[in-house]
């Protein structure tokens, strides 16, 4: 189950019998029996909503700058009005209060606003409010949420770790060639890695899919399954100390292991880590030029945030942060006098998003993130 929109974990959770599975998740593989405990508005994504209706309202009133600027200038006019009238007349005074020095501002503020609208819409960029463009400005402080916003959806191939007789080639080809018609992302990470290293797929014979465990196939004449270390475990193979130590370095990590065995005998082991955004470092970097301070805020575990947090040259995390504990850290950058943007995707994100002075959602993030940026 993939449940990072509600508790920011980098990998699906898999689930046994007696497992709590919320509201607002997603399956990524097999099937599940529910027993209903709580409905409606007792959900926790219904909580969060709720939270947020309570939450105080988008009021800030921004003044566009043309209107100001024609403000200011009715009163010089109606000075020099009033000396002109002593001296060339009512209609020379009246022409100068027709001139309405300054009025035109009034009207290039807002189409201004509408053509930079216009402008990221056509980048698809969408902007709710035009005050929020004039208020980006202010920004100097950026916060990110981690899964789902600096990472994608889909994981990436880490490490291939073979046991004897078996090569990386051989593994991530008999893998590939087992997950070929799979959708979910795990699948379709296993499949990239193959085609970037252009390996030719044995031909599958038999497929039979063992429905939230793994698949096993028939790729000439040897027994081919993969799957996780709970479908390993039912097939009655043993895992050596190397292996376990490698499951927990790979849990803290918050990487995903996926387990290949040929003929009943562990084979080997695909590492599958998180993808960081391609335009995150330089997005990160640009940022930082400008003298913003960036700040990761994640539910998910400190090891694999703070792996992050590294690799993107970001110096303030926080891991393990619960919904209204990110929007407390939002409150609390704001009391700083900090002014404060969220960048944020899940239905976790929301409470911050709406503590934030701007928030940011991304394409294909939750709707209710969505809503509330």
Same mark, same amino acid.
């Given at each position: 189950v993939d449940q990072h929109a509600l508790t920011g974990e980098s990998k699906p959770i898999e689930k046994e019998a007696g497992g709590k599975v919320f509201a607002s998740t997603l399956i990524l593989g097999g099937r599940i029996l529910i027993k209903v405990e709580k409905t409606g508005s007792d959900t926790?994504?219904?909580?969060?909503?709720?939270?947020?209706?309570?939450t105080q309202e988008y009021k800030e009133s921004l003044r566009l700058r043309g209107k100001q600027i024609a403000d200011d200038f009715i009163a010089p006019t109606l000075v020099v009005s009033g000396l002109t009238l002593p001296m060339l007349g009512p209609g020379a005074a009246m022409a100068i209060i027709w001139t309405a020095f300054g009025y035109n501002m009034k009207l290039y503020g807002p189409i201004s606003v509408l053509n930079f609208l216009h402008i990221m819409a056509a980048n698809g960029i969408l902007i709710k409010d035009g005050r929020s463009l004039e208020m980006?400005?202010?920004?100097?402080?950026? $916060?990110? !949420?981690?899964?789902? @916003?600096? #990472?994608?959806?889909?994981?990436?191939?880490?490490?291939i770790h073979p046991l004897e007789p078996f090569d990386e080639a051989t593994l991530l080809s008999y893998a590939a060639a087992a997950e070929y018609r799979q959708t979910h992302p795990i699948a379709r990470a296993i499949l990239t890695a193959a085609e970037q290293r252009k390996l030719d797929l044995p031909k599958v014979e038999e497929t039979a899919y063992r429905i939230g465990y793994g698949i096993e196939v028939k790729i000439d004449t040897k027994l081919v399954q993969v799957g996780s270390a709970k479908y390993m475990e039912q097939l009655g193979i043993?895992?050596?100390?190397?292996?376990?130590?490698?499951?927990?370095?790979?849990?803290?990590?918050?990487?995903?292991?996926?387990?290949?065995?040929?003929?009943?005998?562990?084979?080997?082991?695909?590492?599958?880590?998180?993808?960081?955004?391609?335009?995150?470092?330089?997005?990160?970097?640009? $940022?930082? !030029?400008?003298?913003? @301070?960036? #700040?990761?805020?994640?539910?998910?575990?400190?090891?694999?945030?703070?792996?992050?947090?590294?690799?993107?040259?970001?110096?303030?995390?926080?891991?393990?942060?619960?919904?209204?504990?990110?929007?407390?850290?939002?409150t609390r950058l704001r009391k700083d006098g900090k002014f404060v943007a969220y960048v944020g995707d899940g239905i976790n994100d929301a409470i911050a998003l709406k503590q934030a002075n701007v928030s940011i959602s991304l394409r294909g993030a939750s709707s209710v993130a969505t809503d509330t940026a």
């Open positions: 926790n994504a219904a909580e969060i909503g709720l939270i947020l209706e309570q980006l400005q202010k920004v100097d402080t950026l $916060v990110f !949420d981690k899964t789902g @916003t600096l #990472t994608m959806e889909q994981p990436q191939l880490g490490h043993l895992f050596s100390n190397q292996i376990q130590n490698l499951k927990v370095v790979s849990d803290t990590r918050g990487h995903s292991l996926v387990y290949i065995a040929v003929d009943g005998t562990l084979a080997g082991i695909l590492e599958l880590q998180p993808c960081i955004r391609p335009e995150a470092k330089e997005i990160i970097n640009y $940022v930082k !030029d400008q003298g913003i @301070t960036v #700040t990761i805020i994640s539910g998910d575990h400190e090891q694999p945030t703070r792996q992050l947090a590294n690799e993107l040259g970001v110096e303030h995390y926080f891991a393990e942060t619960l919904p209204d504990k990110k929007a407390e850290l939002i």
